[in-house]
């Protein structure tokens, strides 16, 4: 089934209205709102740029867009290129990449003039040259939803919410928490929505809520007494005008005194539910965070292309569907325990991934990762390859170009060479595997010190890619980081059938990378995982 990712959408006829979409794109993948802009006006001379602007990672560089719209298959030609190349270099400041954009379909001989033009600049000292055809830009398109909403309506599965739709497109899920008495910290329940990804605001620090766009309405009830029940149910009733999810949580046996207040005040909570305070966290979290999950995703138009940030920092991301805030249970040098893991983390992120799968299996989601390794391949582990269409968002100091951003974990995979050094030899009988996971780095003595200091050494003891065997370890792109952990996947696979039941993961790679580490070793018994501290590790969790 065609998803907003993989669709082909239409092609647009007005070259205005192409430079606006190219100039929204670049506007993301540079992470560049405010300067990236027009380069001049049609017909004037723009030396081979109609769009400029600065990457993020290095505001000093100038980066520059050409559009060619051809309304049609024809490729732009070699010689139209390298007119726009040669203008280019008359750019100033000067350029550090220029993109040829075009709605012509990907093609073999276009690529290869546009690599070898590539290769002759750089070799110069110039400007990159790159290509987007109309593929790779529908690719983009789908991997931002807010510009299927803006530019493709039609797309959104309920029109009558488009409206709404462009307002929340990249609002993460939020609720705003009401009680009586000043908490001296947060509630249990409140850090348990966040851990699932609902943002939760407490009403006082906000002024004007009746203009607030939330997704639902949490009323929780502190105290064990009815000391201040009766303005309890005044803010309640005070708050009915809200069409949201609305919750009350207060003691059960407090809530026949509670619904005899409402009733003497005149007023009814029929489309409110009432839960009870002295339940089990997990599951009102669970149940609230159903509710609001299917209110919020049908008010920003149903798109199956899902935007999920998952941190344990307290910056919140600028664009998130879900903003999974883990941050209370995981932020060094804390770092949650396995009965921390077993309790609440993991019963968390079972809860987001059964929502998320809710919607089918032709949902992209996609992945902003802040988080430390082991929670990472956790987060992989739980989305595996098997039920999931997955990609991560992967920027590295330097990179700015999209393939180096942007990784679809079913991306066919390149060629590869990894390096595989064994430390200790495997033998018949042996049970336990030690990997060390790496993208061109030694952590050899971090992890030998850490098995002298519990005094445990494992039957078999693997190096995974410790040798820099690819130049583009430093810079990975999106087919190199696929080529990757698919040999990861296969070579682990091949080592358990000599009967290993336990393996010792040690990793060392950017977050997005160990996600699809992660999604590929699924049935592969135990896998204990661990945190690194300086200059050595500590155990984590177990993953079964």
Same mark, same amino acid.
């Given at each position: 089934m065609p998803t907003r990712y993989s669709t082909n959408f239409? &092609?647009? $006829?007005?070259?205005?209205e192409f430079e606006d979409l190219i100039l929204d *794109?670049? #506007?993301l993948e540079w992470n560049d709102p405010y300067v +990236?802009? #027009? /380069?001049? #006006?049609s017909g004037q001379r723009q030396k081979g740029v109609d769009i400029f602007g600065h990457p993020s990672e290095n505001p000093l560089l100038i980066n520059g867009a050409?559009?060619? *719209? $051809?309304t049609g298959d024809r490729q732009p030609t070699e010689a139209e290129i390298e007119k726009e190349v040669n203008s280019a270099r008359e750019f100033s400041p000067p350029l550090n990449q220029l993109i040829i954009t075009t709605d012509a379909p990907r093609d073999a001989n276009t690529q290869r003039i546009v690599s070898q033009i590539d290769q002759r600049e750089l070799r110069a000292g110039g400007f990159s040259v790159s290509i987007w055809f109309w593929d790779s830009i529908c690719q983009r398109i789908g991997a931002y939803p807010r510009l299927i909403v803006k530019y493709f309506h039609d797309y959104l599965s309920n029109l009558t919410t488009a409206p709404e739709s462009e307002r929340l497109v990249d609002v993460p899920l939020r609720m705003l928490i009401i009680g009586v008495e000043t908490k001296s910290k947060r509630p249990l329940l409140e850090v348990a929505l966040e851990l699932r990804g609902i943002q939760v605001r407490d009403s006082q620090e906000i002024s004007g809520i009746e203009n607030l766009l939330v997704d639902g309405l949490l009323f929780l009830y502190q105290l064990e007494d009815i000391s201040g029940l009766s303005r309890f149910a005044g803010r309640v009733l005070n708050h009915k005008s809200f069409t949201c999810p609305t919750f009350v949580v207060l003691p059960g046996n407090l809530h026949h005194q509670f619904l005899k207040i409402i009733e003497e005040l005149g007023g009814e909570i029929q489309k409110v539910k009432l839960l009870d305070a002295h339940q089990a966290v997990n599951e009102t979290a669970k149940f609230i965070s159903e509710k609001v999950f299917g209110y919020g995703y049908r008010r920003r138009g149903s798109l199956t292309t899902i935007d999920l940030s998952i941190r344990s920092a307290l910056t919140r991301p600028r664009y998130a569907f879900l903003d999974i805030n883990w941050e209370s249970y995981l932020s060094p040098p804390h770092f949650p325990n396995q009965e921390e893991w077993s309790s609440i983390l993991k019963p968390a992120l079972d809860d987001v991934r059964r929502q998320v799968m809710e919607l089918g299996d032709s949902c992209l989601i996609q992945f902003r990762s802040v988080l430390q390794l082991p929670a990472a391949f956790a987060l992989g582990f739980a989305f595996n390859i098997r039920l999931s269409r997955l990609a991560v968002w992967a920027r590295e100091t330097g990179i700015s170009d999209f393939r180096q951003q942007y990784w679809a974990s079913d991306t066919t995979a390149s060629h590869l060479n990894l390096s595989q050094e064994w430390i200790v030899p495997l033998k018949s009988r042996a049970r336990s595997?030690?990997?060390? *996971? !790496?993208? =061109? &780095?030694?952590? /050899? +003595?971090?992890?030998? !010190?850490?098995?002298?200091?519990?005094?445990?050494m494992p039957d078999a003891w693997l190096q995974i890619g410790r040798e820099n065997s690819d130049t583009r370890f430093s810079k990975m792109d999106q087919d190199c980081a696929v080529a990757f952990v698919d040999q990861v996947g296969q070579i682990i696979r091949n080592v358990r059938?000599? =009967?290993?039941?336990?393996? /010792?993961?040690? *990793? +060392?790679?950017p977050s997005a990378l160990a996600i699809l580490v992660g999604q590929r070793l699924q049935a592969c018994g135990c896998i204990h995982l661990y945190w690194y501290t300086n200059p050595s590790y500590q155990y984590a969790f177990t993953l079964q």
């Open positions: 239409p &092609r647009l $006829k007005s070259d205005d *794109l670049c #506007r +990236a802009d #027009r /380069h001049g #006006r050409q559009c060619k *719209l $051809k595997l030690a990997v060390e *996971l !790496t993208n =061109g &780095r030694d952590i /050899h +003595a971090s992890v030998e !010190t850490y098995f002298n200091q519990v005094g445990f059938q000599s =009967g290993i039941t336990d393996l /010792h993961i040690f *990793l +060392a790679m």
